[in-house]
């Protein structure tokens, strides 16, 4: 690398917020090209900060998923709103989703309001435009500017990565020079295990729907290579609150249990890039959202509250 390359490199720490389903997720996932957030079509299901590092030959951008900012209706609630406002703090670029299809409303008002107590540069991302009209983003873009002072306001696809690219282009260019934080075929500063069992909890929320709560942890207990062969073994654990849960969870005669397995392992054999052999538990435990200790084995960043 050439000394002006250096020097003209550019890096940075972005985040991404919006309401709940917005398609942060999606986002970061078309971004860095690899299946890092947990996606589903119900609300909440981000709970922790993945972090995705976009690297090309003259930027790095670090990407910062964040919960869903809300109005906090309980103690997660609480939890996701304080690494939400953390976040908005220590970041160079405020990445603001909203969605093409839904007008602007109390839900906007309430984060751009947190938007004005940082002095951090927001773009306001308007995601979804393949399910509206051209012209009606229009009305949206204005009823957003006479809101607040965004930096940008790119309309995007998430979904099919429409403009997105330029989306990245105007992100690099508000960048500083910088140097490459992360090595370049890094998409995430989590361990497997980490991604692993957010792959399982998102098969759980899937087949079970409205079943079962966002309440749910899935513990990896091992995650082994086998020697000499192209096999990973894991022992994971998914833990639910109440003994009726575990009957969902596990289904007739083993049914549902055995489909997220199914599910869960086609998607880590092609995280992992060899063959899984996946066994999973289910198991009650009442309150483990209030154990510190355990939130620790579960993935959680305990440093934050
Ligand atoms: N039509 C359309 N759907 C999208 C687009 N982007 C995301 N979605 C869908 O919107 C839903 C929610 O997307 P997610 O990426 O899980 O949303 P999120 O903001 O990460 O949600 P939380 O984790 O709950 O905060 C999913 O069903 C996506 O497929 C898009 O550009 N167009």
């Known amino acids: 690398m050439s000394k002006q390359h250096e020097i003209e490199h550019k890096s940075g720490f972005v985040s991404l917020i919006g309401r709940p389903n917005v398609g942060k997720s999606t986002l970061l996932n078309r971004v860095i090209g690899q299946k890092v957030a947990i996606m589903s079509d119900k609300p909440q299901t981000t709970r922790n900060k993945i972090q995705g590092v976009f690297t090309d030959s003259d930027a790095q951008v670090v990407f910062i998923d964040t919960p869903g900012i809300h109005k906090p209706k309980h103690k997660l609630g609480d939890f996701m709103m304080k690494v939400a406002k953390d976040t908005l703090k220590e970041v160079d670029i405020i990445l603001y989703l909203v969605e093409a299809n839904e007008a ?3 839900g906007e008002q309430y984060i751009i309001n947190r938007l004005k107590e940082t002095s951090t540069p927001a773009f306001l991302i308007i995601n979804k435009i ?3 009209h051209p012209e009606e983003l229009l009305g949206l873009i204005d009823s957003y500017r ?3 002072d965004f930096q940008e306001i790119i309309p995007i696809s998430a979904l099919s ?8 282009e105007q992100i690099k260019s508000h960048l500083e020079v910088g140097p490459q934080y992360y090595p370049a075929d890094q998409v995430t500063d989590h361990p497997e295990r980490f991604i692993v069992a957010e792959l399982i909890r998102e098969k759980v929320l899937q087949l079970t729907r409205e079943e079962i709560p966002h309440s749910i942890a899935v513990a990896i207990e091992t995650m082994k290579k086998r020697e000499h062969k192209d096999m990973v073994d894991i022992q994971a654990t998914i833990i639910v609150e109440r003994s009726s849960q575990k009957g969902i969870v ?3 005669q083993g049914a549902l249990l055995k489909e997220v397995g199914r599910l869960a392992r086609a998607d880590i054999e092609a995280l992992l890039g060899s ?3 996946l066994e ?7 309150d483990w959202r209030n154990k510190p200790a355990q939130l620790r084995d579960f993935g ?3 440093d934050e509250y």
Do not use: A, M, Q
């Open 161 to 168: 990565g429409n403009n997105v690219p330029v989306l990245l």
């Open 130 to 132: 393949d399910l509206v």
């Open 250 to 252: 596990i289904g007739k």
């Open 300 to 302: 959680f960043r305990t």
């Open 275 to 277: 063959k899984v052999y």
């Open 280 to 286: 999973l538990w289910v198991k009650v435990e009442k």
């Open 104 to 106: 602007f409303g109390p």
């Open 146 to 148: 006479s809101k607040h």
